[in-house]
């Protein structure tokens, strides 16, 4: 009996504010990113590599659950990307995803990951209204267009051009957004969705709506996701704090000029060892001796990257980027550099971090006892 929660719950109020805090006042929230897709964001042959299982992923929630980390954030992907290990070629659809893991965890927060072109948005909505009934106000959305040409050729759905997905996002979020507040059967007549007499109950916990996030790189994809959403994930410079610090600033001014809140977060890719020694070797050995270079040239291809279309060095860059986890700030060291890395992230201004692991199971525990003390004793965790 111990897979299902206690009958009581902890009393928590489901505002949007707490949703954002994630139930919490850690001034730097720790996520995970990628555990629904086999071999997470590691790119790599060696045998430790994650499974991306169901019984791996409850095991993991519940440590993460148990640790204090903040969520889980997984990754909408429906096709892998080939390579001798078919890199992402298992993946778990994240609603449901979500839904089996609020069911098992007590406080952790958990995402869903939705293409909004392939997810009617009234099904989509009550869907992530039920994950976030069995979370008790819990479940969060990440919004994405999609961008993958062979994912949407395999649902038959036509791709739209890039500025007209967001355009479409547009609509779908408005909608969504509409469901879960108190309206009650009303129409939408847009440029693309025609809906007539639209009902949803319930409404999500609290008199409140789910945390919306969306990671658009693009001005389009970041104007929207700062128009509608209260949580930002870009891309922090590998090069210069500074810079960092910069693009936050300038994404929560953003928002601050539109009256909104903004939480503004950044992946990340952990390598962590006792010795610093220890960490680079691990690093060298599964992610450049043991890379699956065959899958990372599939997903620089999909992306329009070669030598043909890019200088080599960029090429180059971009190769051994992808294969640690197509593009995340790579976090490589001992506790006390980690650690360090974490804080500088902090006071550059970061709300949060989804990070990664070659296997999330073997590797958070380790984590949990040997970094984030360090962190809760600078004062960025609680
Ligand atoms: C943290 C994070 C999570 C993402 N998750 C997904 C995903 O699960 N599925 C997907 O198709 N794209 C995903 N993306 C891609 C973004 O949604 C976005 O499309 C990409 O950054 C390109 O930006 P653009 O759409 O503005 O061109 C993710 C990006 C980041 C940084």
Known sequence: MNDVRPEVAPVREASLRNRMAMYGTNRLQIGLFGANCSSGRAVTKVPERWTGSWRDNLRLARMADEAGIDFLLPIGRWKGYGGDTDYQGATLETITWASGLLACTQRITVFGTVHAPLFNPVIAAKEMVTADHIGEGRFGLNIVVGWNEGEFEMFGVQQREHEQRYDYAQEWIDVIKMIWSDKEDFDFDGKYLHMKGIRGKPKPCGGTRP??????????????????????????????????????????????????????????????????????????HCIVEHADWSAVDGILALKNISPDTVPMQEYLTKRSQYAQGMGGLPIVGDPDHVAQQLIDLSKAGLTGIAVSFVNYIDELPFFCEEVVPRLQRAGVRA
């Not at 936050?248 to 992946?267: M, P």
């Open 211 to 284: 945390v919306i996030m969306n990671a658009g790189a693009s001005p389009t994809g970041q104007a929207f996701a700062i128009r509608n959403c209260d949580a930002f994930f870009l891309q922090a410079s590998r090069t210069s704090l500074e810079e960092t610090a910069g693009r936050v600033a300038k994404a929560r001014n953003a928002a601050t000029e539109l009256g909104r809140e903004l939480g503004v977060y950044t992946v990340g890719v952990i390598t962590c060892k006792p010795t610093e020694r220890e960490a680079e070797d691990y690093y060298q």
